[in-house]
Structure formats: C-alpha cells, structure tokens
C-alpha cells in the first residue's frame, strides 16, 4: 500500500469499541486525529515528543504515546481513549479511586495517567509501589501529584482478582 | 509535520525494492519513537517513509536456535524485556532495554531500530556487546552478518548500507558459566537519556568484557585476558590498574548532561560496580549449578 502526500486515505479504527472510518494524510499524527477529527479530546496534547504521556492511549492493548504514531499506522487497529475507559457510565476502578484519593489537581495529565495505570494493571493486576512508580515513569505531572496516583493505583489492585 | 509519501510494505521484496527505488530520500519506520520526533522537528525529510510494521520475515518475536536467541527486527523492547529466556540468559540485556524510555516506548520500540539510530548513549548497545552480539542484514543482493563490535561508527552512523535492513540481531548462547551487569546513571530516576552507561560480563574462564556508552562517538567494548578482575585473590591495586587501562578508551565531551570530567569520574565509579556485581552474579551460577 502507498499513500501519497496529496490524497487523504481512508483508515479504519475501532475506538473505544466504535468502528470509525476517517481520511488521513500520510504525516497526520493519531493525537490529532482522535482530537480533530474524532472529537475525542480527552486525549491531551503536550510535548509531541514522547516524554509527558499526556497522549497516552491503548493501541491494541498496549499503552503507547499517541503522538509517536502515525494515524496511518495504526489504521486497522483498536484504540482506548480515556472516554472509552468508564463502562456505559460505570467508572472504571481507577477512576473511582483517584477521586476517592484526591489524586485529580488541575487533570491534564489524568487522562493520559489513567490509561498508563489500566495497562500497569492489565499487565501486573497486583503491582508493588515501586512498580507502579515504574509503570506510571512515561507520564509527567506538572503538579507532581504523584503520591496520590500510587495510593490511587493501589487502592485500585485491590479490587482484582 | 512535512508531508511525505508512506508506503506499507508487505513482503521483504517489497519493501527491499522500495529502499532501492527511492534511495537516500527513504526513511525507514519501525517503531516510530524516534523517527516520528524527527519527522515532526525536520531533523529527517523523507520523500518516503517505509513503514516495515506489516513485513512478516521480519519478525516480531524472539526464536531459539541451537547456538542463540534471534531476535526479529519489530521485536519491541517490551517484549525483550518480558522474554522469559532473555531475563534468564541475557539479563544484563533485559535490564537495558528495561531502562529505554517509558513503558509507552518500550511498547513501540524496536531493539533493531535502537542499535540503527546508532545514538553513543543507546542504552542496549553495551550489553549487546559484552554478550557479542550478532547483526544479521538483508538487502536485495543478498544478507551479510555483522558482529556487533562492528556495526557503530559514529553518532547515527553505522556500517548498514543504503538499501540494507536489519532482518533480526542474534543473541550467542553462552558456553560457560558467566555473570553479566548493567548499570547506566541519569539526571533523574525513570525516563532520560544515559550520561553514562556500562555493561560488564565476567566468564568463568575469568575473561572480562566491559562496554561502555555515551563516553565516546559510539559505544566502546574492552577486554581483559589475564583473570585478575574476576580473581578474589588478586591485589586491589592491580584491579584497579587494569581498570583503568580498560576505560581509557573513553573521550567524553561535556553536553547537557554532564561535563567530560564528571564522565570520567562516573566511569570509573560504575565500571567498578557493575564488575563486582558481574563477579557475583558469576559467583552465584556456578553454586547453582
């Protein structure tokens, strides 16, 4: 398959368990087609570069930056953003224990943190604390409310299985 | 972002015709991690980007052979690290790709694309190199291997040709007992960029492997024969004597991470640590065994 820098493609991408068809140019990032052209704008844009994780969604199950992705590349894949997170209503844990912790400040980092913190426990459902620390290292807080996002994460674990 | 042309290839022959058609104005995508940054900061501005995310030879997986672990080119340094073998055999190696990035790097970056950026501070280069790596590349005329130790020759440059892919790096499965370490310092706990890292792998032989990253243009790997590092019996004095003859190799430069001189210093400090570790962990394979 070849794309050219002229014509907009269309892509196929099942977000938040919807299958959306939309048109991309080659160099369109996924970040900004969920926000732009999905509408999805819970997913935050930051540094662009791959450091903050404000970004961060699941692309098939795994948690990745989504500025670090072309939209292109991702066509056929399955994408959770944070507004797929919470199912029909029902907070997802994480959500309910970081307002339960007091773990939300000014909240531009949350979307992206709690996406981190659902793949930490979909891959570890039983982290330590500093495994957490490990797991939520991809995402920066410029109120550095770090230690409420860890009580937040615990809390969470506790739930499963 | 400039605008390009993106081609996703789905055979090796594909993509192999598309490098060769399109020459120097390529740029080969992988995991993304670095090349989207670039892309987007106009430090590459390809007519084409080769996506190679949907070539099935080259693999995304890690296979056992008699002799070593290959390592496909999409292999992710997630995955790397998680590989049961990888964690038992190369834990030196493990615990490097451990530290690249964030786990939303680690879930897109590939090990073949981070030894291809060619970076001095590649923090999976001086494991690769004390575990003696193997790169295996692909190009239309035919594949060549080529020894890790080899393959750097600058920042950004390696000894790959145009038109030439990584098609998977092997892993030498070890013939003797040996003890491995990884140790790399940064500015701050979790995700940056090494001021320096070192790896260290010490045989029951008692030859001695230390490499060591972002001291130099590229990653450099040093030897010692005599057995001495790795000799409980052996005089501090002269440990330190070869010690220091090892690392000497280094010509740091003073950036933003640190100045030469706190390079060096941080140099001998590690060196020291990731060999007594090393020495231990060889230690404790051999009780067990």
Same mark, same amino acid.
């Given at each position: 398959m070849i794309a050219t820098p002229a014509e907009a493609v269309p892509i196929q991408l099942t977000v938040n368990g919807e299958l959306r068809s939309v048109k991309v140019l080659p160099h369109y990032i996924l970040l900004d087609v969920l926000r732009n052209q999905l509408g999805l704008t819970g997913t935050k844009e930051c540094c662009l570069q791959g450091e903050c994780g404000a970004c961060t969604v699941l692309l098939n199950g795994r948690a990745v930056d989504s500025c670090l992705v072309l939209a292109i590349e991702a066509d056929g894949g399955e994408i959770l953003t944070i507004e797929g997170l919470a199912d029909h209503g029902k907070l997802d844990a994480l959500q309910t224990m970081f307002l339960e912790k007091g773990a939300v400040q000014c909240g531009f980092c949350i979307p992206g943190m709690l996406l981190s913190a659902k793949y930490l426990l979909k891959t570890n459902p039983h982290p330590t604390r500093e495994e957490i620390q490990d797991g939520l290292a991809g995402n920066l807080c410029r109120c550095a409310g770090y230690y409420r996002f860890i009580e937040g994460v615990l809390a969470a674990a506790e739930a499963n299985p | 972002m400039n605008s390009f042309t993106y081609a996703r290839p789905e055979s090796l022959d594909e993509a192999l015709a598309l490098l060769a058609e399109y020459g120097p104005t390529a740029t080969i995508l992988a995991g993304g991690t670095d090349v989207v940054v670039r892309l987007r900061t106009g430090r590459v501005l390809p007519a084409i980007v080769i996506d190679l995310k949907r070539v099935p030879a080259l693999r995304a997986d890690i296979l056992e052979t008699d002799t070593c672990l290959r390592v496909g080119a999409r292999t992710v340094m997630a995955d790397l690290v998680a590989d049961a073998r990888v964690r038992s055999r190369f834990p030196a190696l493990a615990e490097a790709a451990h530290e690249v990035g964030s786990v939303q790097i680690r879930n897109r970056a590939t090990l073949a694309g981070n030894i291809c950026n060619a970076s001095p501070a590649a923090d999976t280069a001086p494991a690769l190199l004390v575990y003696g790596a193997v790169v295996n590349l692909v190009q239309a005329s035919g594949t060549r291997s080529v020894p890790i130790d080899r393959f750097f020759l600058g920042p950004g440059r390696t000894v790959m040709e145009r038109g030439e892919l990584v098609e998977s790096i092997d892993l030498p499965l070890a013939k003797e007992p040996q003890g491995a370490a990884f140790a790399r310092a940064t500015r701050r706990r979790g995700v940056d960029l090494a001021t320096v890292n070192v790896a260290c792998l010490v045989r029951a032989s008692g030859q001695t492997l230390? =490499?060591?990253? =972002? /001291? !130099?243009?590229?990653?450099?790997?040093?030897?010692?024969?005599?057995?001495?590092? =790795?000799? !409980? %019996?052996?005089?501090?004095?002269?440990?330190?004597?070869?010690?220091? %003859?090892?690392?000497?190799?280094?010509?740091?430069?003073?950036?933003?991470?640190?100045?030469?001189?706190?390079?060096?210093? @941080?140099?001998? /400090?590690?060196?020291?640590?990731? @060999?007594?570790? !090393?020495?231990? %962990?060889?230690?404790?394979?051999?009780? !067990?065994?």
């Open positions: - | 230390l =490499a060591y990253g =972002a /001291v !130099a243009p590229q990653p450099v790997l040093v030897r010692d024969d005599t057995g001495k590092l =790795a000799d !409980a %019996n052996c005089r501090e004095v002269d440990k330190i004597g070869i010690l220091e %003859n090892l690392i000497s190799h280094a010509t740091p430069i003073s950036d933003v991470r640190a100045s030469d001189v706190y390079r060096r210093a @941080l140099l001998r /400090v590690m060196s020291r640590r990731v @060999l007594d570790t !090393a020495v231990a %962990n060889l230690r404790s394979q051999e009780h !067990a065994s």
